[in-house]
């Protein structure tokens, strides 16, 4: 799995063949066959693995940040999705250049990471603040999508400002300056 996931990240789907896969393990490329079945299947595989990787990492987020900090939580998970967009071959997502890949792989990595929110994070918020938004999964949904476009089409986009989209939208309060 790491190795499709390596190759993937470096060559993209249509680039990477099962020798390619094999070649990084040092096996026959007929076991890598015997184990995953086809493309298709690794690629299902890697997808799988992917979004479980960013879905444990927004448990994690959530396991570890401090109640009541709301901009530290806005900002720190802006770092987590800024971490799983960027597929550079050190981020845990896979290069999809297979346009059909890559949106089912987006999508279904959204549905996930709103499943987790929907599990954790907003159920504790809502346990202490009001909730000034409708709809709360639909626009969780169209946040995580439009954020991940946005970081992918603009990826030079400051943190403070996709920070600050996450307040609007969600309707939180803007952070206080600190005093001097």
Excluded: K
């Amino acid at each position: 799995m790491r190795a499709a996931r390596e190759e993937f990240a470096a060559r993209g789907v249509r680039g990477t063949t099962f020798q390619h896969v094999a070649d990084r393990v040092g096996v026959t490329r007929g076991l890598v066959y015997h184990y995953v079945g086809d493309m298709d299947a690794l690629v299902e595989l890697v997808v799988d693995a992917s979004i479980a990787d960013f879905v444990a990492d927004v448990r994690r987020w959530d396991a570890a940040r401090r109640p009541g900090d709301i901009d530290g939580a806005v900002v720190e998970c802006v770092a987590l999705l800024r971490r799983h967009v960027h597929a550079d071959g050190t981020a845990p997502s896979p290069r999809l250049d297979d346009v059909a890949t890559s949106l089912q792989f987006l999508d279904r990595a959204v549905e996930a990471v709103v499943d987790t929110l929907e599990q954790t994070t907003i159920p504790a918020y809502a346990a202490r603040h009001t909730i000034e938004i409708a709809h709360v999964r639909e626009t969780f949904v169209v946040l995580v999508h439009g954020l991940v476009a946005l970081v992918r089409s603009q990826p030079d986009t400051p943190d403070d400002v996709l920070a600050t989209i996450v307040r609007q939208t969600l309707r939180l309060a803007t952070p206080t300056p600190a005093a001097d």
